[in-house]
């Protein structure tokens, strides 16, 4: 099949292509297409090539390609250390128990750094108060979880009962 986008290159429309297709493996080839041919430019754009690592890395870490999504997790921080959601999604991966001992020391870290550059997402501090709480410091961690209750993040209820209880 003749593919306009891969002729042309173009990464920005093989990126749409890619978040509008239902297809995880077809989504994972585009944003692999358009990674490569973003870095083949001479100067490649490095905030877009975060996003398209961080995008595929999503994709593998919901499929349980663990060695994969950490390996794209890493490469978005390293194109853009500010990327807030790849340090977050790279903290939540470092506490899948399924895919290797849990390191919550480097998921909180990961989760500091995704809180100061995302300061209003409740959902990266909701996921640091579950990490304080599986490190052993629940006080803190249900301090945190029951302060998000309190301003209206009704997610931190489940994550009380779930971990605190």
Not at 50 to 63: A, K, N, V
Not at 72 to 86: H, T, V
Request: with cysteine; hydrophobic share 40%.
């Amino acid at each position: 099949m003749f593919n306009i986008f891969k002729k042309l290159k173009d990464p920005q429309k093989l990126a749409a292509k890619a978040s509008r297709t239902g297809n995880s493996e077809k989504a994972v080839e585009l944003y692999s297409d358009a990674i490569k041919f973003e870095k083949e430019k001479q100067s490649p754009d490095k905030s877009f090539l975060s996003d398209m690592y961080l995008l595929r890395g999503e994709i593998y870490l919901s499929r349980g390609v663990a060695i994969l999504s950490s390996s794209d997790f890493l490469n978005s921080i390293d194109c853009n250390p500010k990327n807030g959601i790849a340090h977050n999604d790279l903290g939540i991966w470092y506490t899948i128990e399924q895919f290797s001992a849990p390191d919550f020391i480097r998921a909180f870290e990961h989760l500091e750094k995704a809180i100061e550059f995302c300061p209003d997402r409740l959902d990266f501090k909701m996921n640091r108060a579950i990490v304080k709480v599986k490190m052993g410091d629940k006080e803190n961690g249900r301090q945190d979880l029951e302060q998000l209750l309190n301003d209206g993040f009704e997610e931190a209820k489940v994550a009380i009962e779930k971990f605190c209880g």
